[in-house]
């Protein structure tokens, strides 16, 4: 009871996300287990094992590289859902960056912690909603979602939100802006093996050198 | 019990996974409201932060739902329902089916002719999941020391936490950046106008996996077409921002990404047809 009464809001926020986090997880695990049961059906081992040699050790440096990068921005909460539901660099952190910055609160002050927790909340409800609206109206709605006419506006969501996005914090943050922006050019314009599917890949990167320029920056007092 | 991708006991268990998903939005969303309220925060804010990012959200929804749709082709309804829903992405899901089905000697799209049999179906499945876990349980193994370690780290050196802080969205905005110009490269690498790109894919034709090779051909100009959408919800946001200034319309605040980022979208369709 003693110990119920001292838990600070950010020790429920670890437990509570543990727990749900955990419990996801196991029941993502029993799906092809339940499928597998009813069905009668043993997965094929031998294509089990190259299917996951194949895919699974650079997914998984890359969670963990994700993990590492996104915690800090997206707070604990935040962090809890968002690797439960996905779509992070696309949607999930867009939205918590938006809403601390309508909010004018830091990401790590507890008001950030909790306006991006409400943020990721919120967007995973309305995304889980429209989602199972879309499928339970797939026949009905394929048409319109496959129409030849829509197709450029979704293939341009990405640059659509990262040039509202980007104008906002780079104006901010200029000085820090430039080296990153600079290099980032410079490797997807002239790096060929650089194209659309390596932009997950290259956010810890930008990430890691963008701390790094601004730390000498700082040291050196340009920031002030 | 006959297997078919679509079968309605497929649905019924993602239906309760999803469930359980939506059950934990809820639940943050409710614990942080109530600490909010708690703490003293303004409410009309935190109302105000609910309704622009539900606004926010529809667009990009609405996109991976299409996903759902183009994944469902190959693997049915059910399956990229759940992978869509909980962690996952067009790019990896399509990948880790894809490896999957050619470890088993096979190919999504020979499987995309409806032959899939319980067992593929269950292959896949372990295969999708099994490399995608890592963001679900690393969170809490690692997420207290961190959240710890920045505090201490705020402590220290608030000037630069929060050098750092902005530091690291810029360093991810910046990917983004450059990853809109990374066709741009077309417009002098394209022969004649025309820029090709070619793929090997396998697929079986009478029973035997062959490799074909598909040609695709894009314009020269067909690379700046996400730097101008780009520019458009850039200036977008920036005559926002004047409105908001000049004007006092500061409801704008809460709606100019949305708006912006659908202005955008809305311009790649008559940039498409000029430049693709």
Redesign the interface.
Known sequence: MKEKKTLS??????R???I??????T???M??V???V???????W???????L???PM??AV??I????F???LG??G?????????I???K???A???LE??EV???S??G???S???????????????????AL?IP??PL??NP??D???????????????????S??WK??IA??V???I????V?A???????I??P???????V???LM?KKGM?G | ?E?SIN?P??FV??G???A???A??????V???R??KA?G?DMS??K???V???V???????????T??AL?KSLG?ALP??R??????L??ET??AE???????TSLSELAVGTM???????????M????????????V???R??NG??SF?KRDK???????????????????????????RLWLAEDGVFTVTDTVKEYVGGELVEKTVTTAYSATSGL???F??????V???IC?ILMKKLNWKWL??Y??PI??????????P???WL?
């Open positions: 809001y950010m020790d429920s926020v670890h509570d996300g543990t749900w986090n955990m419990v996801v997880m029941l993502l695990i799906f092809p339940v499928v597998g009813i069905f009668q059906a043993v997965p094929d031998a294509g089990v094992g190259k299917g996951l194949a895919t699974a997914y998984w969670g963990v994700e993990v590492i990068t915690y800090p921005m604990a909460g962090s809890y859902l968002s690797f439960v539901t996905g779509n660099s696309n949607l952190l867009p939205c960056l938006n809403a309508s909010n830091k990401a790590q507890e008001e912690e909790i306006i927790t409400i943020s990721i909340a919120t967007s995973s409800i309305v995304t889980t909603l429209i989602i199972i609206f879309g499928v797939i709605l394929t979602l496959e006419v829509l450029p506006a979704f293939a341009q969501l990405l640059p659509a939100l990262f040039g509202a996005l980007g104008v906002v914090f780079i901010k943050n820090i802006a990153p922006i290099l980032m050019l490797l997807f314009v002239f060929p650089l194209d659309s599917s390596m932009v997950g290259m956010v990167v930008g990430v890691v050198f963008t701390i320029v601004s730390r700082y920031l | 019990m297997f079968h006991i497929l268990i993602v309760v996974i999803i359980v998903v939506l934990q939005s809820v639940y943050f969303l614990k942080s409201y600490r909010a703490i925060m804010k935190v105000k932060t609910i622009s990012s539900s926010f959200t529809v667009a990009p929804a609405v996109s991976i739902v299409i759902v749709l469902s309804v329902w759940l869509l829903s909980v962690v996952g992405s790019s990896y990948i880790a490896n999957a089905a050619s470890g088993m000697g049999t319980a067992s593929q179906f269950v292959t896949i499945a372990v295969v999941t099994v490399s995608i876990l890592v963001g679900i349980w690393l969170v809490p690692i997420g207290k961190m959240s920045l505090v705020e000037k630069w936490m929060d050098t750092l802080q902005s530091a690291m969205f810029i360093g991810m905005i910046s990917a983004f950046v450059g990853y809109v110009f990374c066709d741009v490269s077409i996400p730097v959408v780009m520019a458009v919800s850039a977008g946001m920036v921002g605040n809460d100019a990404l912006c980022m659908i202005l955008g979208m809305a311009s790649a369709i940039l498409t047809a693709g």
